[in-house]
């Protein structure tokens, strides 16, 4: 090509300018980067959780540019009131370092800080140049809009970030390490060099936490007819909303769709980010960061990175309150934003189209997450309409049906109850006609080893919990069946339990609701007796709290039923959910 084409070219590329008009790149280079990993192992260092460690890899590459580290205090409060950085930059989420007060209490302004992977591996140095308590509350409502905690960026903000926030600027020593699916990881100069090299003038960007089936592939190709762009489709795979489809199982699928887009159409590319769920704001940040990675459009859909209902089944967000807020913003973004419509199957036609342009004479069929995963729970068919064969194939190895799936049930209730009991009846009934693996948690037995030591205390009794709950997610995880028959008198503990078993298969939660009186009468180990003489203390019922569960899956009272009818109710439930013969 001649230079004077090859100047017009230039002048003529539509790429966006990154996000304030530079690409950042905060990673020193090579001798100095390895001077300062040589000197940070003398500074204070703090090693970084999940969330933070996500953030600090989209800081390093630029792809939170224009930031060059994590907020200060003016930043972070401009951010919550008006979505701007102080110098009037747009900027809707907070990025920040939130640390212990033990840990904040042995700073001071001006000092360095090694900023650690998991493994206590140095990735870079921050230079603190501001420390502040934020209210997380008003951090809250500002970017999430509520208190709620069933909204898991409220529940993480408020329950498991901490109380001082460091503020300053970073100098990168390495990338934060990744072994998994490295060909499809480009940071934005990278992502940015390779558009350029295929040629691709135009790229729609596409955004996503879930595996994409059929309505996603005709959403994104129209996304890129109408647009005339090359499609870029870059999931999250840092950390999404608490039960989603792990990535591994997610790119696999993506993988496998890509075959189904015209040739040298769609790149896939991974995106390390840390989602907050925070709907409209996030879908702004999301837009920012897909221009620093060099889109020059953005597909935003129906309910953008919404976490879904509240308690009361109420949206969190407005379904199209991202695409609102964008289009105020549209003319400062320097990314064209492609707002779309939901895309529906409509039967009749055997094809999809945009929920706008169903008329009245078409069938629409719709098959929803919830219902997805019940059939793929129970093995009933998943229709060729809504995902390719090849997709359908690879969840459902993820997500195994009927006997090859794990489950947890979880006995709770008084000392005396019929936990043991009933955990024994069932674990027979199970075995009667089946070959499963089947681990038995009881609470004496527990005690024996795994919880050697610990007492009666709420603490050792959450310990005591917590350890059988984590045996028990192992269990699920390699498709077997946990019993469990500890007291577990916390609600918390209980809620704990769940959420990690959650994240593998099936949690069911049996109270054994016998009335004390009656575990009292029985008394089988004479511990009742003593407990009213004062000579146990801390005895459960007793002198000790038990906070019965709010919503458990059975609640049963082995008052008057035998084990046998008991273990009956049991197996039915286990059989109705699909997760025994
Ligand atoms: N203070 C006190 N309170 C309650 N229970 C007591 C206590 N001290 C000893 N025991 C015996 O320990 C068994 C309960 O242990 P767990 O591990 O199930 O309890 S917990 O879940 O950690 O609360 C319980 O067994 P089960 O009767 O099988 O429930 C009791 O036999
Ligand atoms: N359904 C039931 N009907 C009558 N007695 C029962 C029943 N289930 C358990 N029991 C009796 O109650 C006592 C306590 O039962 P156990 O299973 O050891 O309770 P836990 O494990 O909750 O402490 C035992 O003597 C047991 O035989």
Known sequence: MSRPAEAIDFIDDPTPLPHGGELKDLYLAGDAAAALRKRSAALPGWDLDARQLCDLELLLNGAFSPLEGFLGREDYEHVLSDLRLADGTLWPIPITLGVTEAFAATLGLGDEIALRDNQGVPLAVLTLQSLYRPDRETEARAVFGTLDRSHPGVADLLDRTHPVYLGGRLQGIQPPAHFDFRALRE???????????????????????????????????????????????????????????????????????????????????????AMRMAGPREALWHAIIRKNYGATHFIVGRDHAGPGRDAAGVPFYEPFAAQELLARHQDELGIRIVPFPAMVYAANRDSYLPAT??????????????????????????????????????????????????????????????????????????????????????????????????????????????????????????????????????????????????????????????????????????????????????????????EAPAAPELRLDTAGTTPHALADAVLAFLAERGLAG
């Open 357 to 546: 342009d169903v008329g009245s004479d078409d069938r629409v069929e719709d098959l929803s997450g919830t219902e997805l995963r019940r059939r793929l729970q129970t093995g009933e068919e998943i229709p060729a309409w809504f995902t390719y064969p090849e997709i359908a194939t690879i969840l459902r190895e993820r997500h195994p049906a009927g006997a090859r799936r794990g489950f947890t049930l979880f006995f709770t209730g008084l000392s005396g109850a019929g936990k043991s009991t009933l955990a024994e009846a069932v674990i027979a009934r199970l075995l009667e006609s089946s070959a499963r693996q089947i681990t038995l948690l009881d609470g004496d037995d527990v005690r024996k080893h795994l919880s050697r030591g610990l007492g009666f205390s709420r603490e050792d009794r959450s310990a005591n919990v917590r350890r059988i709950g984590w045996v028990a997610a192992e269990v699920t995880r390699h498709g077997g069946i946990a019993i469990c028959a500890p007291i577990a008198p916390y609600a918390d503990d209980r809620g704990e339990v769940r959420r990690l078993v959650e994240q593998h298969g099936s949690f069911v939660e049996v109270h054994v609701a016998t009335p004390i009186e009656v575990c009292e009468a029985r008394d089988r180990k004479g511990l009742y007796a003593q407990a009213r003489a004062g000579r146990i203390p801390q005895f459960t019922g007793v002198s000790d709290p038990y």
């Open 187 to 273: 940071s934005p100069r990278e992502l940015r060099e390779w558009l350029a090299r295929q040629g691709w003038r135009e790229t729609v960007a596409f955004q996503t936490r879930n595996p994409m089936h059929r309505a996603h592939r005709e959403l994104t190709l129209r996304a890129a007819e109408q647009t005339g762009a090359r499609l870029l489709i870059q999931p999250v795979v840092g950390r999404t909303k608490p039960g989603d489809v792990d990535h591994f199982t997610r790119v696999r699928c993506y993988q496998a769709l890509l075959a189904h887009y015209p040739k040298n159409h769609a790149k896939l590319s991974l995106l390390p980010l």
